[in-house]
C-alpha cells in the first residue's frame, strides 16, 4: 500500500473533522470567537484532510457547501461518501490507492479534478461532470488510447496530464491527443502551440472525421431516443400513453393463446384486420381527446399560479412600502429618543414609538389576512374547475356524455365524491391556519378587525374575458349542482362584490373550458337569493351591473363535441363484442363443416382440436373473448386512477403549500417586529442604567 508512515489506517470521523475545521480556521480574534462557540460544517469552504493516512471517506453529509476538498497523500481506496458535496469545485484525490473512477455522479459542478498517482487503468464514470475543465490522470495504469476518445464529451476541458501512464510511451501520443481534443489547451502541463496541432490534424484527418460521422449517427439515435421519452412523458401526463397506435390491441393478444388458434379459421384473417383498424382508431381517438384535455388542464393550472403571484406580489409590494415608511421614522424616532433629556417627554415618546411598531405589525398582519382570505377563495375556485375539468375527462373516456344527471356512472355525485375527498382534510388545515393568523393579527389595536366583505368575492381578475356568452339559467345539471351547494358568505358581501366587479377589468383568462360558469354560477344563485341583491348598490345614473358568464364556447358546442366527435372506451367494448359475435358464428359454423365432412381448408392440430365439440370451441372463443375485455377495463381502470390521483395530490399540494406560505409571512412579520421592539427596550434599558 501507498504508507506515508507506520500508523494505522483511519476512517473519517466527526472528530477529526472538528480538529481540521479548527485548524484551518482563521488566526484572528474572530476565528477564536468561532472556535469558542462552534464552526458549522455547513458554513465551511475548504477543507484539507492530506496526510491523514484515511483508508476510508466518511462522514462528509455535513459539509454541504463545500467547494474545495484536499485528500491528496491518503490511502484511500475506494471514492465513496460524497454523494452530498454537490457544490464541490475543486477535488484533489492524488497519491491514493484507487484503482477505479467512481462515486462522482452528484459532483455535477465540478471543474478541477485530480487522480495523479494511483491504480486507475480505465477512465470511465465521469459523465455527470460536464463542467470539468482540469483533469490530472498522471502516474496511473492507463493503455489503451479508446480512453482518450470517452474525454471528448467533456466540451470545456482544458487541460489534461497523462503522463507516467503507458499510453503516454506511444510515439504519436501528443499528435493523436491533439487531434482527438483539438480543444485541449495545456498536455502534462505543457501548452500545445498552433504547430503540434496542425500536424495533429494532418495526420489523423481520416480517423477524426470517421469518428465524427460515428458520432453524429449516435447523437442523432440520443435525440431520437431523448424526443420519444420526452413525447412519452407528454403522453403520460395526459393519462393516454401507448394509446396513439396498435398497443393495446396487440397487448389483448399477446396473451390470448385462443385467439391466435382461432385466426386460422377461414374468413377470420380478414375479420381480425378491419376489427384493428376500427379499434386502433378508436383509440386515436381516445388518445387525441386526452391531449386536448391535458391542454386544458395545463391552461387551468397556469392561469391559477398566474393569479396567486400577482396576488403575493402586490401584497409583498403594499408591505414593502409599508415597511419603508415606518424605517424613514423609525431612524428619526430613535434619534429623538436617545436626545431626550427629560423623563416626562422621553417615556410620552417611548410609548408612542411603541404605538407605531403596534399599528406597523397590525398593518402588515391585516395584508397577510387579506392575502389569505383572497388565497382560500381563489384556490377553492380553482379546487372546483380542476375537479370539474377531471370529472368531464373521465366521463367522457368512460362513453357519458358530459351533462348528464347524477345518476349515470361518475356523473356529478362521481365528481361531488372525489370534491369531497380532496377537500374536507385540507379546508380543516387551511382554516386552523387562518385561525392562527387572526390570533397573531388580534394582538394590538381593534384595527387589525378587518371586514370580510372585501375579501369574501369571486376576485376580479378571476372573471374570464368575453368569447361566447353563456347567460343564466344555467343548463339543468348545472342548475341541480348549484343548488347543492351552500355558499356563506357574511352580510354585505354582495354589495361588495358588484361594487368590484363594476370598477376592475375582468382577468383575461387563458382557460379552454366552458366551466368557469359553475364557480360564478354558484355565486349568483347565492346573490339572486339574497336581500343584499335587490337594494341599490350604484348610482341611479348608472346601470347596475350586468354578470355574464363568458365561457371560449357555447354550452350546446360542449355538449356536441363531447357526443359527436369524442370516441371512448364504451366504443372499445362494442366493436369487441361485435368482434366476438362474428367469431363465434365463422366458429360454430366451421365446427358444422367439419362434422358434415365439407370443410376444404387444412388447419393446424392445435386448432382442430378445440373443434371436438361445440362446447369446447364456444368456450375457446368465450375465454379469448374475456381476455380481451379484461385488458380493455384494465386500460381504463388505469386511466382514471391515474387521472383522478394526480387530481387529488395536486389539490393537496397547492393547499399544504399556501399553508407553509403563510405560516412563512407570519413568522417573518413576527421576526422583523420583535426585531424592532428589542431596538427599543433596549435603548430603554441603556437609558436606565445611565
Given at each position: 500500500m501507498n ?106 459542478n ?41 474525454l ?27 487531434a ?20 495533429a ?36 401526463a ?116 411603541s ?23 381563489t ?33 356529478a ?9 380532496t ?20 394582538k ?5 378587525q ?6 369574501s368575492g ?19 345539471r ?14 354585505g358581501m ?41 337594494r ?35 366504443e ?9 359475435g362474428?367469431?363465434l ?41 374475456d ?6 377495463d384494465?386500460?381504463?381502470d ?14 393537496d399540494?397547492?393547499h399544504?403549500?399556501?399553508?407553509m ?11 422583523y ?8 427596550d433596549?435603548?430603554?434599558c ?5
Open positions: 504508507r506515508l508512515c507506520d500508523m494505522e489506517p483511519r476512517v473519517m470521523d466527526d472528530e477529526m473533522l472538528k480538529l481540521a475545521v479548527g485548524q484551518q480556521g482563521p488566526r484572528d480574534e474572530a476565528g477564536q470567537l468561532a472556535k469558542q462557540e462552534g464552526i458549522l460544517f455547513k458554513d465551511v469552504l475548504s477543507l484539507q484532510l492530506d496526510f491523514q493516512n484515511i483508508l476510508r471517506i466518511d462522514s462528509l453529509w455535513q459539509f454541504e457547501n463545500l467547494r474545495k476538498l484536499q485528500l491528496d497523500n491518503n490511502v484511500i481506496e475506494k471514492i465513496e461518501g460524497l454523494e452530498n458535496l454537490t457544490r464541490l469545485v475543486w477535488l484533489d484525490l492524488s497519491f491514493n490507492n484507487i484503482e477505479a473512477i467512481e462515486g462522482l455522479d452528484t459532483l455535477v465540478l471543474e478541477d479534478l485530480s487522480l495523479f498517482n494511483n491504480r486507475i487503468s480505465k477512465i470511465d464514470s465521469l459523465d455527470a461532470l460536464a463542467k470539468l475543465q482540469v483533469l490530472s490522470l498522471g502516474n496511473n495504469q492507463i493503455g489503451n488510447m479508446m480512453n482518450i476518445i470517452y471528448r464529451r467533456f466540451k470545456d476541458l482544458r487541460t489534461l496530464s497523462l503522463s507516467g501512464n503507458p499510453v503516454a510511451e506511444a510515439e504519436d501520443y501528443r499528435t493523436c491527443i491533439c482527438y481534443l483539438p480543444d485541449l489547451v495545456y498536455l502534462d502541463f505543457r501548452r500545445i502551440d498552433d504547430q503540434t496541432k496542425e500536424l490534424e494532418m495526420k489523423h484527418q481520416y480517423s477524426v472525421d470517421e469518428l465524427k460521422h460515428r458520432e453524429s449517427l449516435t447523437q442523432a439515435r440520443l435525440e431520437d431516443e431523448r424526443a420519444r421519452r420526452q413525447e412519452l412523458a407528454e403522453h403520460e395526459a393519462f393516454v400513453e401507448h394509446l396513439n397506435g396498435p398497443f393495446l390491441f396487440d397487448s389483448m393478444y399477446a396473451e390470448d393463446m385462443e385467439g391466435s388458434q382461432l385466426s386460422h379459421l377461414p374468413g377470420v384473417g380478414e375479420l381480425l384486420q378491419t376489427y384493428k383498424d376500427k379499434f386502433v382508431i378508436i383509440c386515436l381517438n381516445i388518445f387525441e381527446y386526452g391531449l386536448k384535455q391535458q391542454e386544458k388542464r395545463k391552461a387551468e393550472l397556469d392561469t391559477f399560479m398566474g393569479c396567486v403571484q400577482e396576488a403575493v406580489q402586490e401584497k409583498q409590494e403594499q408591505g414593502k412600502h409599508k415597511i419603508a415608511k415606518f424605517e424613514e421614522k423609525h431612524l428619526l424616532s430613535l434619534s429623538s429618543i436617545r436626545d431626550e433629556s427629560e423623563l416626562t417627554n422621553f417615556e410620552i415618546k417611548m410609548a408612542e414609538y404605538e407605531d411598531i403596534t399599528e406597523l405589525a397590525n398593518v402588515l398582519m391585516t395584508l397577510e389576512m387579506q392575502l389569505v382570505e383572497q388565497l382560500e377563495e384556490i377553492n375556485m380553482f379546487e372546483r374547475n380542476i375537479i370539474d375539468l377531471v370529472g368531464l375527462f373521465v366521463e367522457n373516456v368512460q362513453s357519458l356524455y358530459p351533462f348528464l344527471d347524477a345518476p349515470l356512472r361518475g356523473g355525485a362521481g365528481r361531488g365524491a372525489l370534491r369531497a375527498r377537500t374536507a382534510p385540507r379546508l380543516q388545515g387551511a382554516g386552523g391556519s387562518r385561525l392562527h393568523f387572526k390570533q397573531k393579527a388580534q394590538g389595536t381593534a384595527s387589525s378587518l371586514s370580510r366583505m372585501q375579501l369571486v376576485p376580479s381578475r378571476w372573471l374570464p374575458v368575453r368569447s361566447h356568452a353563456c347567460p343564466l339559467p344555467l343548463p339543468p348545472k342548475t341541480a349542482h348549484l343548488q347543492r351547494m351552500e355558499i356563506c358568505q357574511p352580510p354582495f354589495e361588495e362584490y358588484f361594487r368590484t366587479l363594476s370598477t376592475k377589468a375582468p382577468y383575461e383568462s387563458r382557460s379552454l373550458d366552458a366551466r368557469w360558469a359553475a364557480p360564478q354560477g354558484r355565486v349568483l344563485a347565492r346573490l339572486r337569493s339574497s336581500e343584499g341583491l335587490h341599490e348598490t350604484t348610482p341611479r345614473s348608472h346601470p347596475p351591473p350586468v354578470l355574464q358568464v363568458h365561457t371560449p364556447w357555447g354550452w350546446g358546442d360542449l355538449c356536441a363535441e363531447a357526443t359527436d366527435k369524442y370516441i371512448i372506451y364504451k372499445c367494448r362494442d366493436l369487441e363484442n361485435h368482434h366476438h362474428k367469431l358464428e365463422i366458429a360454430i359454423s366451421t365446427l358444422e363443416k367439419i362434422v358434415k365432412g365439407e370443410l376444404d381448408e387444412d388447419l393446424p392440430d392445435a386448432v382442430r382440436s378445440l373443434f371436438v365439440d361445440k362446447d369446447t370451441i364456444v368456450n375457446a372463443v368465450g375465454a379469448s373473448h381476455i380481451h375485455l379484461l385488458k380493455i384494465n386500460r381504463e388505469e386511466l382514471v386512477t391515474k387521472v383522478n390521483s394526480w387530481c387529488a395530490h395536486l389539490v399540494k397547492i399544504r403549500d399556501e399553508i406560505r403563510n405560516r412563512r409571512r407570519v413568522k417573518e412579520i413576527n421576526q417586529i420583535d426585531h424592532v421592539q428589542s431596538e427599543l433596549s435603548l430603554e441603556s437609558d436606565l442604567l445611565d
